[in-house]
T-cell receptor, first 115, second 118 residues
Framework: AQSVTQPDIHITVSEGASLELRCNYS??????LFWYVQSPGQGLQLLLK??????LVQGIKGFEAEFKRSQSSFNLRKPSVHWSDAAEYFC?????????????FGSGTRLLVRP | DGGITQSPKYLFRKEGQNVTLSCEQN?????MYWYRQDPGQGLRLIYY???????QKGDIAEGYSVSREKKESFPLTVTSAQKNPTAFYLC?????????????????FGPGTRLTVT
C-alpha cells in the first residue's frame, strides 16, 4: 500500500528566507501527489498537485514542488516566506483500492515563521 | 458561491450521547469523505462515499456511522461506542471523474467541526 512520510514535525524559518518541506512517498508506479495547507482551526486548502508531465509544478501563494522519482520525493518549496505562511502542511498520495481510491496523508509539518 | 459547509463549528456533548455532524456541498461532486484529525496524527479516514446510497468504511470506522441519501449531504454520527470522540472532524468532497481526468482525485475540504465530549 502507498504511504507518505513527512520527516519534519516542525520547521521554523525567518520571514523572507527560503523554505523546503520534505515529503517522501512509497509507490511503485507514478503517483498522484498533493500538497495541502491548513491554518489553525480551519479546513485544508489545496496548494498544488502532480499527476504527470513536468516534474516541477507551480501552485498557489508562490509555492512550487518538484517530483523526483529517483528519490521518491515531492518536496514543497517557496523562495521567500511570508508571516502568513505559518500553518500546517500536508503531503498526500492517491491510494487505489479495488474499484475505489482514497488519499493517504502524511502526518504534517508545522511551519513557524520568525519575524 | 460553491463550497462545502460543516455545522456547527464547535460542538459539545456529554459522554454516552450520540451526536451528528453535518456536511453539505454544492459542488455537484460525486464523492464525499469524513476525516478525523488529532494533534500530531494528520488525517485519518473514517468513512467515504463515492455515490448516493453507497458508502465504505475507512481506516477508523468503529464507533461512527454515516448515510448518503442525497448527493449534497453526508452526515456523520459519532456514537457512544466511539471511545475517544473528542477531535476535529473534517468533511471533504471530490469530483471522482478520475477515469477521464486525474483532477477527479482532488479533495476539497470544509472548515471542520471541533467536537468535545466530556
Amino acid at each position: 500500500a502507498q504511504s507518505v512520510t513527512q520527516p519534519d514535525i516542525h520547521i521554523t524559518v525567518s520571514e523572507g528566507a527560503s523554505l523546503e518541506l520534505r515529503c517522501n512517498y512509497s509507490y511503485g508506479a507514478t503517483p498522484y501527489l498533493f500538497w495541502y495547507v491548513q491554518s489553525p482551526g480551519q479546513g485544508l486548502q489545496l496548494l498544488l498537485k502532480y499527476f504527470s508531465g513536468d516534474t516541477l509544478v507551480q501552485g498557489i501563494k508562490g509555492f512550487e514542488a518538484e517530483f523526483k522519482r529517483s528519490q521518491s520525493s515531492f518536496n514543497l518549496r517557496k523562495p521567500s516566506v511570508h508571516w502568513s505562511d505559518a500553518a500546517e502542511y500536508f503531503c498526500a498520495v492517491v491510494n487505489w483500492m479495488d474499484s475505489s481510491y482514497k488519499l493517504i496523508f502524511g502526518s504534517g509539518t508545522r511551519l513557524l515563521v520568525r519575524p | 458561491d460553491g463550497g462545502i459547509t460543516q455545522s456547527p463549528k464547535y460542538l459539545f456533548r456529554k459522554e454516552g450521547q450520540n451526536v451528528t455532524l453535518s456536511c453539505e456541498q454544492n459542488l455537484n461532486h460525486d464523492a464525499m469523505y469524513w476525516y478525523r484529525q488529532d494533534p500530531g496524527q494528520g488525517l485519518r479516514l473514517i468513512y467515504y462515499s463515492q455515490i448516493v446510497n453507497d458508502f465504505q468504511k475507512g481506516d477508523i470506522a468503529e464507533g461512527y456511522s454515516v448515510s448518503r441519501e442525497k448527493k449534497e449531504s453526508f452526515p456523520l454520527t459519532v456514537t457512544s461506542a466511539q471511545k475517544n470522540p473528542t477531535a476535529f472532524y473534517l468533511c471533504a468532497s471530490s469530483p471522482h471523474d478520475s477515469h477521464h481526468n486525474p483532477s477527479g482525485y482532488e479533495q476539497y475540504f470544509g472548515p471542520g467541526t471541533r467536537l468535545t465530549v466530556t
